[in-house]
């Protein structure tokens, strides 16, 4: 049995989380991808900071309020409320939704009661969790065991790792510096857009299981002044939000962000350590065989 985790009393529930997830959605317009939904359900919400910073695992991939609101997600997705796309955009049924009608404790309910009956009689209930059919999709397993396996090699190997992945990418005449002292600075290297237009991009790898800091970003674009014309941070952890203002502030030389949810996806597109099988799926028809 998992043991039970101890969490803020105050953090909001998913079920809590379900109107202001369909707030922000009508505020989006009415569409918006997963970090575009996060981010404006804390506002919404007015979450505050050291709750945005509670993590739901010792990896800390994902903030314990970003997992509650995916559950919400789910659960208003099964309800019928809003729907996503392939592309991870996530939409409202109905533009019309009045949410002072909407009752998430009960919406829950309904959900887990409709679940009950489309099971098996046999299987037990699990009741320390939601249970629903499918996963939420922030929780992948082979995220984890990746970051894992990550934070345990060589730092010669991560920074190779990152050069062989920007390569992938597109970029040409990457080289790992790493030079001590140059600011965490990690290598450098060229990025070309149409064949035309061509960028200088430094880059900084951290292998990290916390939050980058606004303090290290700003320490990393004082090394790169004068040297490039964007910069690159790639960490196995996260960014904190003011981390993330800092990467944009204006007037400042941009620094683009690759977290350690990006880093997986990014070395499963490219093949990278991450082998992607495909299940092969047998369909009988005896309507087939009725016609002969």
Not at 50 to 69: F, K, T
């Amino acid at each position: 049995m998992a043991r039970k985790k101890n969490y803020p009393n105050k953090l909001m529930t998913y079920e809590q989380l379900m109107v202001p997830t369909l707030q922000a959605l009508m505020k989006l317009g009415g569409s918006g991808t997963i970090e575009e939904i996060n981010e404006t359900v804390y506002q919404v919400a007015n979450i505050p900071a050291e709750q945005l910073a509670v993590p739901h695992d010792e990896n800390g991939l994902h903030s314990e309020i970003d997992y509650r609101i995916a559950w919400a997600r789910t659960y208003l997705k099964k309800f019928g409320l809003i729907d996503n796309s392939s592309r991870g955009v996530w939409s409202l049924t109905k533009s019309n939704i009045d949410t002072s009608q909407i009752d998430g404790y009960e919406i829950a309910r309904v959900v887990r009661e409709a679940n009950r009956l489309a099971k098996p009689q046999n299987k037990p209930e699990i009741t320390n969790e939601p249970e629903l059919s499918e996963p939420v999709e922030e929780a992948e397993n082979w995220k984890d065991s990746l970051l894992n396996v990550l934070l345990n090699i060589p730092p010669a190997s991560f920074e190779r790792l990152a050069q062989r992945l920007l390569r992938e990418s597109g970029f040409v005449q990457v080289e790992v510096t790493g030079k001590s002292g140059d600011g965490g600075i990690d290598g450098k290297g060229i990025v070309r857009i149409s064949g035309f237009l061509s960028f200088h991009i430094l880059f900084q790898c951290k292998r990290y299981k916390g939050s980058i800091s606004p303090s290290q970003i700003r320490d990393f674009r004082g090394a790169m002044q004068g040297r490039a014309d964007k910069g690159l941070f790639i960490t196995t952890g996260t960014f904190t939000r003011e981390a993330i203002k800092e990467a944009t502030r204006d007037g400042a030389p941009p620094i683009d962000l690759i977290d350690g949810e990006l880093l997986c996806e990014k070395l499963k597109e490219f093949n990278l350590g991450v082998e992607t099988q495909l299940v092969e799926s047998v369909d009988v028809k005896p309507e087939w065989f009725s016609k002969l």
